[in-house]
Nanobody
Framework: QVQLVESGGGLVQPGGSLRLSCAAS????????IGWFRQVPGKEREGVSC????????YNVDSVKGRFTISRDNAKNTVYLQMNSLKPEDTAVYYC?????????????????WGQGTQVPVSS
């Protein structure tokens, strides 16, 4: 069955870096879009980055452009989110999600399966 497992979260100081991993199984990784979302208590889940199926085009929300990079390793069935120059406002639980098709979307309803999430607190 489809499974997504995030890892790599943890406490980081402002200005620091983390790389999140999303290990996927049960589907063909290079066909479907994979999105990274984040959520803080009391707020809606926000789309952060996405990599499309087929051509691997990437998209980032404006607040993380130039700092976050999404990538995909088809051989390892894993999608990564490299996060640099982290800010306190990046603090959230980060989730990866499987899209219903190859095209990216910032809307949560476009995604069928979700990982359990990994916490990223950014604090000194």
């Amino acid at each position: 069955q489809v499974q997504l497992v995030e890892s790599g979260g943890g406490l980081v100081q402002p200005g620091g870096s983390l790389r999140l991993s999303c290990a996927a199984s049960g589907f063909t990784l290079d066909y479907y879009a994979i999105g990274w979302f984040r959520q803080v208590p009391g707020k809606e889940r926000e789309g952060v980055s996405c990599i499309s199926g087929r051509d691997g085009s990437t998209y980032n929300v404006d607040s993380v452009k130039g700092r976050f990079t999404i990538s995909r390793d088809n051989a390892k069935n894993t999608v990564y989110l490299q996060m640099n120059s982290l800010k306190p406002e990046d603090t959230a639980v980060y989730y990866c999600a499987l899209g219903t098709d190859y095209a990216c979307s910032a809307y949560v309803y476009f995604y069928d399966y979700w990982g359990q999430g990994t916490q990223v607190p950014v604090s000194s």
